[in-house]
């Protein structure tokens, strides 16, 4: 895995010696990604003074102090390379060459972190639980047309999709793509499946849900858990008449059987189950708040919000009902992962107010992805057992101190001050009743 440490004698990018350097250094010098930025053209039109090492590397150390612009990223660049570099230089290499080269980089880093992955299952009854979701990243209004967004009052916004899919047993990624805004979730459903083995399980929201993408994950041999849209009707296996979820909640209160979904008639299990009643009065004020008065909800569609309404091939015999509700729980994981990255590593805060260069925007993403990666995947991880044993840490907090501690980190991996203080420091705020991901884990799947 490009991400862990290992023992070394040499000098870190800053000129610090260090023999537990972080092995992501390794890559950007390897001869595969000197592969890379032969094939995607940007070694060809270096003139030698920026190297795709140096590149990569000046403008972590560049966002990691809190700026991004050209010229604190020539400054990095200047310092590792020994050469002075001008920022005009910068801003000459956001060409689709450099685009190109940083999305084969990080579909690189992925496939490799896939491969070195352990073995080890997520519980006795799933081997990898696993969360798709996409987040939006606000962009300048210049860039509009390369990336056009949804409209507010009036104004057409320029906004980019991140779609990702998280091992949440492995605390790292599948895949992460950079799509348009206006590429809904639903046409998405499908790229999940092919990261899909035997005995994973998969949480994803209901924009996500396409029937078909259902039936080619069973075709895998696993699972998922799905929210069920409310214009979705489901029918009795047997009769085959439609079942009024309304009324059969009125009476009982609960359901839990094989049903068939829509005209496709695919049979799954439905799960419904009652909500707190400040979820429920919270959900159904948002739904009479809600600004388009098109939709006009249905009594029956307020009563519904009164309930997680699921859909899953996971049997009964291998979960029941309340478990499956703990698992699907699971997925706002990802809801607070995407939250570190924007809060924690201040990603919309430092994209440049006024680019209007799409390649600069597109280099950026793919740049803080592989800078996410490196958390995730190196840092995070490679504190796991630390992590374990505090019940209070905060994924926010951490993704604020590796940022603040970026250079120290890379370098010095087993520093034990900054293991202390990053265990002192990265506690929820007077909260006894939060459990960390790992904790989550521990609890609802083993």
């Known amino acids: 895995m490009y991400f862990k440490a290992r023992p070394m004698k040499t000098k870190s990018p800053s000129g610090i010696k260090s023999h537990n350097k972080c092995k992501v250094i390794d890559f950007f010098s390897s001869r595969k990604f000197i592969f890379l930025s032969i094939k995607s053209g940007y070694k060809k039109r270096s003139n030698g003074k ?69 073995s080890q299952q997520a519980s006795k009854k799933f081997k990898h639980i696993k969360l798709e979701d996409s987040t939006v990243i606000n ?49 998405l459903s499908k790229a999940s499946i092919a990261y899909l083995n035997k005995g994973d399980l998969l949480l994803r929201d209901m924009g996500f849900l396409v029937l078909d993408a259902l039936d080619k994950i069973q075709a895998n041999q696993a699972c998922f858990i799905s929210p069920k849209p409310f214009k979705i009707n489901v029918y009795d296996p047997v009769t085959k008449e439609r079942i009024d979820l309304s009324k059969t909640l009125s009476k009982n209160g609960f359901f839990d059987r094989q049903v068939l979904i ?66 699907y729980n699971l997925r706002w994981q990802i809801e607070i992962v995407f939250k570190s990255w924007k809060t924690g590593f201040s990603l919309e805060k430092l994209t440049p107010a006024k680019c209007n260069n799409p390649n600069r925007i597109y280099c950026m993403i793919y740049l803080w992805l592989m800078y996410i990666l490196l958390f995730h995947t190196f840092w995070i991880n490679h504190n796991n057992a630390y992590l374990q044993k505090d019940a209070n840490l905060s994924i926010i907090k951490l993704a604020r101190f590796f940022s603040d501690n970026f250079m120290l980190i890379i370098t010095e991996p087993d520093n034990t001050k900054i293991r202390t203080l990053m265990l002192l420091k990265c506690r929820y705020d007077n909260r006894n009743d939060r459990i960390n991901l790992m904790q989550k884990f521990n609890k609802y799947v083993t």
């Open 139 to 187: 962009l300048p209004e210049e860039l509009s047309s390369a990336f056009p967004g949804n409209v507010s009052k009036g104004k057409k916004k320029s906004q980019a999709k991140i779609h990702a899919l998280y091992d949440f047993t492995e605390n790292t990624f599948d895949y992460m793509n950079v799509h348009s805004f206006t590429q809904n979730d639903q046409s």
């Open 50 to 118: 920026i190297s795709a090492k140096n590149l990569v590397l000046g403008f972590m150390i560049m966002v990691s102090k809190k700026r991004n612009t050209y010229e604190s990223w020539s400054q990095e660049i200047s310092l590792l390379s020994g050469s002075i570099v001008s920022r005009q230089a910068i801003e000459e290499r956001m060409r689709p060459e450099t685009t190109t080269l940083l999305k084969l980089a990080l579909e690189e880093i992925l496939k490799n972190d896939m491969q070195a992955r352990s």
């Open 262 to 327: 829509s005209n496709k008639h695919i049979s799954m299990r439905l799960v419904v189950l009652p909500l707190p009643p400040d979820l429920v009065e919270e959900k159904r004020r948002k739904a009479h708040n809600d600004r388009d008065k098109r939709l006009n909800h249905s009594k029956e569609y307020y009563q519904l919000l009164g309930y997680s309404i699921l859909l899953t091939n996971i049997p009964q015999s291998k979960c029941v009902a309340e478990e499956i509700s703990k698992l």
